[in-house]
Each structure stands twice: as C-alpha cells, then as structure tokens.
C-alpha cells in the first residue's frame, strides 16, 4: 500500500516556475515506477512524466519536454516535478501516481495522490 500526498501547486504568472513535490508512505516506494499527470477542466487526465523506480530513466509528455523535470529521492520516500517556462495551457490539477509497469496510461497506476492545482495567468 502507498499513500500519495502532492504539494506546491500555486499560482503562477506565464514564463514562472514551480516545484511540485509528492510525498509518499509505505515501504515498498523504492519498488514502484512514479508518474505525474495533469487533469484541465472538461479534459481527461494526460499523462506528463514519469521516472523508473531506481531514478535513472525519465519519460516526458511532448508538451513538457525541455521545460518540465522529474525526480525522485528514494530516501525520503518523495518525487518531484521542477516546471519552468510555465504556460496558460499548463493550468490543470497535477497528479502523481505510482504503479509497476513502465508505461505511460493511468490505468497502469495502483496508486494515486489527491491532486494540487496549478494555475498560470497570462
């Protein structure tokens, strides 16, 4: 079992930055890939990155890529999103997930967080 709790959502003018942060409980963190979604208003939950459960390999969504970065610290049981060069389109509730296989769909993901709101103005 994992408890996901995300933090550091805000709001944000364009071209800002912001650090999510998701902190998770349970010892089994370490065995578990980590993802980040994004849900906008009347659209579906996308997908945006996601690390390996060992921390070194990354995936990133199209839209995010160059801007937004993924990390974990094993360690203190948390994983992260560094988001800079912060857009309108970018606005959503941002998610972070946790599951076992290596894809990017959130039907693969066991586990979920309750969600922070990110919100960019122009």
């Known amino acids: 079992q994992v408890q996901l709790v995300e933090s550091g959502g805000g709001l944000v003018q364009a071209g800002g930055s912001l650090r999510l942060s998701c902190a998770a409980s349970?010892?089994?963190?370490?065995?578990?890939?980590m993802g980040w979604f994004r849900q906008a208003p009347g659209k579906e939950r996308e997908f945006v990155a996601r690390i390996i459960s060992g921390g070194g390999r990354t995936y990133y969504a199209d839209s995010v890529k160059g801007r937004f970065t993924i990390s974990r610290d094993n360690a203190k049981k948390t994983v992260y999103l560094q988001m800079n060069s912060l857009n309108p389109e970018d606005t959503a509730v941002y998610y972070c997930?946790?599951?076992?296989?290596?894809?990017?769909?959130?039907?693969?993901?066991?586990?979920w967080g309750q969600g922070t709101q990110v919100t960019v103005s122009s």
């Open positions: 997930a946790a599951g076992t296989q290596w894809l990017s769909t959130t039907r693969v993901y066991d586990y």
């Open positions: 349970g010892r089994t963190f370490n065995n578990y890939h």
